[in-house]
């Protein structure tokens, strides 16, 4: 549709596809990790970095499928690198052990995709006693980040290379609770909206991008940190609720994008040299754009941040008991 096809400053589009943001770009030598890459915009994502040269890492929680999708994508692409290493963002214990293990590997870290989410399940808690969508959507990720930092910096102080992290959000960050971060209600089953829960796990990878973002180049460091919203794509993120099934499948199926126009900005974002030096912006449609008011509230960003440290360390303190 034509509303898709309007073109912004870089060039492209709601309707161009990873593929087409990423012609002729050689990516060989760049290591990334991606999470949630079996299926959808991750597997378009993990697919197509491949296809440019970079070696993939796919963090996958479940080992066989990963293994399954690594050969479909070998078989279509001979020359790509794919390693297939576990992880659960749901759970800290997971996050942590995929973290030592990504570290042993010693292998190098250029890009991070925080792509693996969930959306509107009925009321459940983690294994580490927060609401599920924020703790697969944000609280897990944040603490991997956290957790592969370190090895960012080195891997870009030393190859002169810089760093990308890219965080995927959605346009829901702005369909959330009044008060857009529930701090004192975050596993309050009583109040809660399966929908608007997500729209505040959504804000949080916002949030998060925007604040690491500043911390980075406030030290220096030659890493951006960027958060986007890939488009209204029918996948099966949406597998929880037959309403959200029948919206995401019938209803706005006429404007949907694409799996492949889906993972185009995710693409954009890793291995684009338009995006370089681009840090702490939030995208749609391969073009920066305006997320939540709360985003650009520098103390509320900064209190969230202060937020995700304590519940990681408050969580963890307790599964340590």
Request: with cysteine; glycine share 8%.
């Amino acid at each position: 549709m034509w509303m898709l096809s309007w073109k912004g400053a870089t060039g492209f589009s709601a309707s161009s596809t990873a593929e087409e943001v990423t012609r002729g770009i050689e990516a060989y030598g760049l290591t990334a990790i991606i999470t949630g890459p079996t299926s959808g915009i991750g597997l378009e994502t993990a697919r197509i970095l491949a296809l440019r040269g970079v070696h993939v890492v796919m963090a996958v929680r479940n080992t066989t499928a990963g293994h399954k999708i690594k050969q479909e994508i070998i078989n279509e692409i001979p020359k790509a690198k794919i390693d297939v290493m576990e992880l659960n963002v749901a759970s800290l214990k997971s996050v942590n052990k995929f973290v030592t293990e990504f570290k042993a590997s010693g292998l190098p870290l250029n890009i991070l995709i925080n792509n693996a989410g969930m959306m509107a399940p009925p009321f459940t808690l983690s294994e580490d006693n927060i609401e599920l969508q924020l703790a697969t959507n944000h609280i897990g990720h944040f603490h991997m980040t956290n957790g592969l930092l370190e090895t960012m910096k080195n891997t870009a102080e030393k190859s002169g290379v810089q760093g990308r992290i890219v965080i995927v959000s959605s346009v829901l960050q702005k369909t959330t609770y009044k008060e857009g971060i529930r701090f004192d209600k975050i596993n309050d089953e009583k109040s809660y909206n399966a929908l608007l829960a997500y729209g505040q796990s959504k804000l949080a990878n916002a949030l998060h991008a925007k604040e690491l973002a500043r911390r980075l180049k406030e030290e220096g460091v030659n890493i951006t940190v960027n958060s986007l919203h890939p488009g209204v794509i029918a996948t099966n993120l949406a597998r929880h609720t037959a309403v959200m099934r029948v919206i995401f499948g019938y209803v706005v199926r006429l404007f949907l994008k694409n799996v492949e126009q889906g993972a185009s900005t995710t693409c954009y974002l890793a291995i684009h040299p338009g995006a370089k030096g681009i840090s702490g912006e939030y995208w749609a449609d391969n073009n920066i754009s305006s997320p939540s008011g709360f985003v650009n509230d520098p103390e509320f960003v900064k209190k969230f941040w202060d937020f995700s440290v304590e519940l990681v360390d408050r969580s963890l303190a307790s599964s340590s008991l």
